[in-house]
């Protein structure tokens, strides 16, 4: 190898040995290196938006909750979600709505049929059925909209009344007034006809949405 040969590779070794400094990671390996301290943090201070619990330090995810709710009742939650979209978009389209006040009554009424009794006071019955006052707001809300809704067919006649209270054989209370016992009458004809009427109705909307389902719960038949 001639001198000028040698001279040349000698530059380019130099200059890689200037190029190559021992010790400085890429910026590819740092930004991976920080995603994963990320995650691993995210880990750690959320644990209650990925796992559930643990059992002797073995987490159970909450998907694998979800998941077996899903099993549990999957089919019955979806058609029930399905539902209430449905009738919200209808009652949304025809421009039927509550106030704020119209709920609070309702909720007061109850409030008031619940006072003294065994049942104990509302937050006590919610809280034992797992609900919340906000959610039964929500729901009150949707049932005084459906009654808007179907109106003049859940009107319960004199007629009616009398006939109901004749074919059950009911008697008012010692110390209720007849006009206050036909009164009830009349309301608890006026849920019955709700439940029917409302039920029909539904399964009317439901036949003419387009409903397209993704997932195949057991016995679903989907």
């Known amino acids: 190898m001639d001198t000028t040969t040698e001279n040349l590779e000698e530059k380019k070794q130099a200059t890689k040995r200037a190029a190559w400094k021992p010790g400085k990671p890429k910026p590819l390996f740092i930004a991976i290196a920080i995603a994963a ?18 059992v002797n330090g073995t987490p159970i995810s909450r998907l694998a909750v979800i998941r077996e709710l899903e099993k549990q009742g999957g089919k019955q939650t979806l ?8 009738i919200e978009s209808e009652l949304d389209r025809n421009n039927i709505q509550v106030t704020d006040e119209e709920v609070e009554k309702e909720i007061k009424k109850i409030e008031a049929q619940l006072a003294g009794g065994e049942s104990g006071s509302l937050d006590e019955v919610l809280a034992a059925q797992g609900m919340t006052r906000e959610r039964l ?7 005084k909209r459906l009654e808007k809704a179907l109106g003049d067919k859940l009107v319960a006649t004199d007629e009616e009344i009398s006939t ?13 007034p007849e006009e206050e016992f036909r009164k009830q009458v009349g309301e608890d004809l006026r849920q019955q006809k709700f439940q029917k ?7 009317n909307l439901n036949k003419t ?14």
């Open 197 to 203: 009427e409302a039920q029909a109705w539904v399964a």
């Open 209 to 222: 949405a387009a409903i397209k389902y993704y997932v195949n719960y057991e016995g679903s038949g989907i």
């Open 164 to 176: 109901y209270i004749k074919n059950a054989q009911l008697t008012p209370p010692k110390d209720m």
């Open 137 to 143: 707001r929500e729901e009150i809300k949707i049932q």
């Open 37 to 54: 301290i990320l995650i691993l943090a995210a880990l750690f201070f959320s644990k209650g938006l990925l796992v559930a619990a643990t």
């Open 79 to 86: 058609e029930a979600l399905i539902d209430k979209r449905l």
